[in-house]
């Protein structure tokens, strides 16, 4: 459990309409970690993180933040922990400054003496050092954004649990946000990053755990993850037919011909594909290239859930 | 479970430093804002028309009526104005008191966590993490000195509007008897303070307001509609068995303080009354705030 920055164990919550919002989740999110909670809108990242928070009581099941069980050890564990939960929520009619300052008088353990610096400090890391003193509801979404970064980066934190910081932005200022996310983990905070955008992980992150319908459907480092999706065998040659009908003979099933390129699923079992390059020049195939494609991580939880990962609302 | 390396050690008392800090930022965060101040100047126009129109009235300089004329409250000090400018003060509280000072009361108090909650700021307090029964005692304390700051506004704009169109001096008090103006101003402080303290309760009650709904607006208008409710009730004879318990029961016996002695026992049971209510729907509050799921 030390090891853990967070872990549940069949984690559950049922709203009172009955909705089954969570369903026995068991997370292992290891300290040191950039962690990927990724899941389609409405799988239940977001009340997952509020229970993580002790923001909401889970129905059963537990969850420890640190080491600690919350919502119990809220007071000691989250001055540790900097969160953006459903999107930024500043005050609007206050500066990007005064918001900072406001929160940060919020956390008791927080030092006042320190407290303007660390807000000035939070404000040039997220690049708001030039739109401190103007009001929040002057701000694009983005800039919403980096405000809420910067209230989770007003201390040292060991944990950060980011719900779908690039939410709303642009390509620009995804990559931004993103660039600042792996920093921060350089630093050594454990991050806990939830999205609903596959390629976002798989830039950002060491480990993902994969969400559908409330239930955890796996977790692990994202190597092992995209490495459980089956790569393809792809053949570029400009015999195609030929090639096609001798892999085909090998047992590539899930063959698919475009123009000079030959791709499919590799035979099952252990076999060599040095064994199919072999037989392709044996039978006077012309190779131009030969390759193992890796599985991506959509493959990987095409796989897993059966589903595609189309993202609604 | 392992104790971890999740200590914190601070200077003793600094937790309530914090908690200090805390209350200024709830302060700034209420007096800063346009509504806060809108309130603050519609509350400080009334005296000002009072008292325009009591010198329209007595425009040729004749008293309006002699000086410690019927018993009660606001009446009697309205008879007054024309007299000692500082008769202002007591008419414009008495005024205010039933309705437009709660109402103020009622959006501030109602707003307190539920807008809150609405904004989306709620959830980042409380993981910063501000504590629930903390951030709890500081908007209650931010509410009470909203209704300080709007009752020393009624008082400060009846005082400075009654001495620039009404003669000082002397004043008479409702026993009849003859105090200094100095002794008045005396007086107009404490009754302030007496009708600052007669809204501790509404207060206590709009809080618990505030910690029902996600809406701002809905607990404004909530907090608003259990006023107007009340005070409806309060002029029904038949609910005369009701009538002890309501929190405007002894609104008016801060003119007790205009009495030669002062008659302190209404006084006392308002403080009473208002401690019971601030009691009582503080453990309201705090027992529905303290396990609430914050879903917004
Ligand atoms: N306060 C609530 N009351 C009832 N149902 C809710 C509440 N919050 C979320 N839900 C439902 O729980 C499910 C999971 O929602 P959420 O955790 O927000 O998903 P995500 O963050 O993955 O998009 C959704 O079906 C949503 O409608
Ligand atoms: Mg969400």
Redesign the interface.
């Known amino acids: 459990?030390?090891d853990a920055a967070v872990e549940t164990r069949g984690l559950t919550k049922r709203?009172r309409g009955g909705q089954l919002a969570v369903d026995h989740l068991d997370l292992a999110v290891p300290a040191g970690a950039v962690f990927g909670f990724l899941g389609p809108n409405g799988s239940g990242k977001t009340t997952t993180i509020?229970m993580l928070?002790?923001?909401?009581?889970p129905t059963s099941g537990t969850a420890?933040v640190?080491?600690?069980?919350m919502p119990r050890a809220?007071?000691?564990?989250?001055?540790?922990?900097g969160?953006l939960?459903?999107?930024p929520?500043?005050?609007?009619?206050?500066t990007g400054r005064?918001n900072l300052?406001?929160?940060?008088?919020?956390?008791?353990?927080?030092d006042?003496r320190t407290r303007a610096a660390r807000v000035d400090a939070a404000l040039e890391r997220v690049g708001l050092g030039a739109a401190a003193g103007k009001k929040a509801k002057a701000y694009s979404l983005g800039m919403k954004q980096r405000l809420?970064l910067a209230?989770a980066l007003l201390r040292p934190r060991r944990l950060l649990v980011l719900d779908e910081p690039t939410n709303g932005l642009d390509p620009q200022g995804m990559r931004e946000i993103r660039a600042l996310i792996r920093e921060l983990a350089q630093d050594g905070s454990t991050v806990f990053l939830s999205s609903h955008l596959l390629d976002e992980i798989e830039q950002v992150c060491t480990h993902a755990a994969v969400m559908a319908r409330g239930r955890l459907v796996v977790q692990g480092p994202v190597a092992e993850l995209a490495a459980r999706a089956q790569g393809r065998i792809a053949v570029t040659t400009p015999d195609p037919g030929d090639a096609a009908r001798v892999l085909k003979e090998y047992g590539v099933t899930d063959l698919t011909v475009a123009e000079d390129r030959v791709t499919g699923e590799p035979p099952p079992g252990d076999r060599d594909p040095a064994e199919l390059t072999a037989a392709l020049v044996h039978a006077g195939v012309r190779v131009r290239a030969f390759g193992l494609e890796r599985g991506t991580l959509e493959d990987a939880f095409v796989a897993l859930t059966g589903e595609g990962f189309d993202v609604t609302g | 479970m392992s104790q971890g390396d999740i200590t914190f050690a601070g200077p003793p008392g600094a937790r309530a430093a914090a908690t200090l800090g805390l209350l200024r930022s709830e302060l700034g965060l209420t007096f800063r804002r346009l509504r806060t101040l809108v309130l603050l100047g519609v509350l400080a126009a009334v005296p000002v028309l009072i008292g325009v129109v009591v010198r329209i009235e007595t425009g040729d300089g004749s008293p309006a009526g002699g000086p410690g004329a019927a018993g009660g409250g606001g009446p009697a000090f309205m008879a007054q104005i024309s007299n000692n400018g500082l008769f202002l003060v007591f008419t414009a509280l008495a005024a205010t008191l039933p309705f437009f000072l709660p109402l103020t009361v009622g959006v501030v108090a109602g707003d307190a966590v539920a807008g809150e909650a609405s904004a989306g700021t709620l959830r980042y307090l409380l993981v910063a993490p501000v504590g629930r029964t903390r951030l709890l005692l500081v908007k209650y304390a931010s509410t009470l000195a909203f209704c300080l700051a709007a009752t020393l506004t009624v008082a400060v704009s009846g005082l400075v509007t009654g001495a620039l169109l009404f003669p000082a001096g002397e004043l008479t008090t409702i026993s009849g008897t003859t105090i200094e103006y100095s002794e008045g101003l005396w007086r107009a402080l404490l009754i302030a303070l007496a009708v600052a303290a007669s809204l501790a309760g509404f207060a206590a009650l709009g809080l618990f307001v505030s910690t029902l709904t996600n809406s701002g607006i809905a607990a404004m208008a909530g907090a608003v509609g259990l006023l107007v409710t009340v005070q409806i009730l309060n002029t029904i004879p038949q609910l005369d068995a009701v009538h002890p318990y309501l929190f405007s029961y002894h609104w008016l016996s801060f003119a007790d303080l205009m009495r030669e002695p002062v008659l302190w026992d209404n006084l006392y049971a308002n403080l009473r009354l208002q401690g019971f209510y601030a009691l009582l729907f503080g453990s309201a509050a705090w027992a529905r705030f303290a396990g609430r799921d914050i879903s917004a």
């Open positions: 459990m030390d709203f509020r928070m002790g923001l909401i009581e420890h640190l080491g600690r069980r809220a007071r000691t564990v989250l001055p540790h922990v969160a939960i459903e999107g929520a500043p005050y609007g009619f206050r005064d300052l406001r929160y940060d008088a919020a956390d008791p353990t927080a006042p809420g209230a």
